[in-house]
């Protein structure tokens, strides 16, 4: 059933930008509507161990936390629609927007903050097993994998957290790197180079997966050396690949400033896009330090911008 709010600000997304976006415009009394999007919560979901989150002493957990913020921004006074935005249109303000369940917001100042997904290498034989042994999420797969032979594909935090969490379950955990150096944190490495289940193969990139198809399921995976192009197949049942991640932008395409790999582009120092009254706030506009901090402080910077703009406008 179609359904008309109005309201003085929507923010689509709900990670950390999201949230403390929220946090901000509800004590603003600025009432603000929350879409979560499809994956409520975002990347921090999709993760174990958090120990870099400033205020906690002990580790936390990446779901946790995500929904301690979701608990403050509803406690705040957030409306929070468990819903997916599939319409906008910026061309005059206030501003429209659709989602997948007939909600329509009429608003005065959006804030994106929809995030980013994760990258997938695009091979072809990565698409017939992806689900039958190649996933993207060790924290959701991992346990699939008891005992098994696996490798991550990847020289970052992401890929080098996944190794080391995956050692949890499989029987060797191989990570394959395209280059001699990993980008990874040195105490992220540390700990990757001690661990007795892993090895490093570098200058190495996947050429094919290889498995059978009754039933559909991974059996090796076949490398190739960047320097010489000499092949290699290694036994692995598993497959993670931890290449990092694309902004999630589609929805946004022609109706907004983006750079060539579409994020979205702010003015300096600020959260507002070419769009007076849109702001962009988190991995969806930031492809540099691209961490949950960062994101819940752009969130309350896009808040506090939005504010200004209402109070000057209207
Ligand atoms: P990232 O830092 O961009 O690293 C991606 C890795 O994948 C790089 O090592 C890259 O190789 C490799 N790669 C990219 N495309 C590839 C391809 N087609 N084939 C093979 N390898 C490919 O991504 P991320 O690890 O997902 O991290 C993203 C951001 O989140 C970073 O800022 C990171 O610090 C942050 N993060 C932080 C934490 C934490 O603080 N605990 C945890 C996870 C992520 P090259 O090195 O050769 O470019």
């Known amino acids: 059933m179609r359904k008309t709010i109005e309201t003085d600000v929507l923010i689509i997304g709900s990670g950390p930008a999201g949230y403390t976006a929220a946090i901000y415009a509800a004590r603003a009394n600025l009432k603000p509507h929350l879409v979560s999007g499809l994956e409520p ?46 319409k906008v249109e910026f061309d005059k ?39 039958f042994g190649i996933s993207a999420c060790a924290t959701c797969d991992g346990f699939f994998f008891k005992d098994q032979n696996i490798i991550v594909v990847g020289g970052g935090n992401s890929a080098v957290e996944e190794a080391l969490y995956l050692t949890n379950f499989a029987s060797t955990v191989t990570l394959v790197h395209r280059r001699d150096k990993l980008r990874a944190e040195k105490i ?52 993670f690949i931890a290449i990092g991640h694309d902004p999630a932008t589609s929805l946004f395409k022609n109706k907004i400033k983006m ?11 600020s959260t507002e896009t070419n ?28 808040a506090l911008e939005a504010e200004k703009y209402i109070a000057e406008n209207y």
């Open 41 to 86: 919560g975002g990347q921090l979901t999709i993760t174990t161990d958090v120990e870099n989150y400033p205020g906690f002493g002990e580790v936390i957990q990446g779901p946790w936390l995500m929904e301690q913020m979701k608990e403050q921004a509803l406690k705040v006074g957030t409306e929070f629609h468990n819903d997916i935005v599939s």
């Open 93 to 131: 303000n206030p501003f429209y927007a659709e989602t997948d369940s007939g909600i329509e917001f009429i608003t005065k100042a959006i804030i994106i903050a929809t995030g980013a997904q994760a990258r997938w290498l695009n091979i072809e034989s990565e698409n017939k097993f992806k689900g």
């Open 188 to 239: 992220l490495q540390e700990r990757l180079f001690n661990h007795p289940k892993i090895d490093v193969i570098w200058n190495h990139v996947v050429n094919e997966f290889i498995g059978s198809d009754e039933p559909l399921s991974l059996k090796e995976v076949k490398l190739r050396n960047v320097n010489d192009n000499t092949e290699k197949v290694i036994n692995a049942t598993g497959a």
């Open 259 to 269: 750079d060539d790999e579409n994020y979205i582009i702010t003015k300096p120092d």
């Open 275 to 302: 769009i007076k009254g849109v702001y962009a706030a988190g991995d969806v506009k930031d492809k540099v330090f691209r961490q949950a901090v960062t994101a819940a402080g752009m969130g309350c910077m896009a």
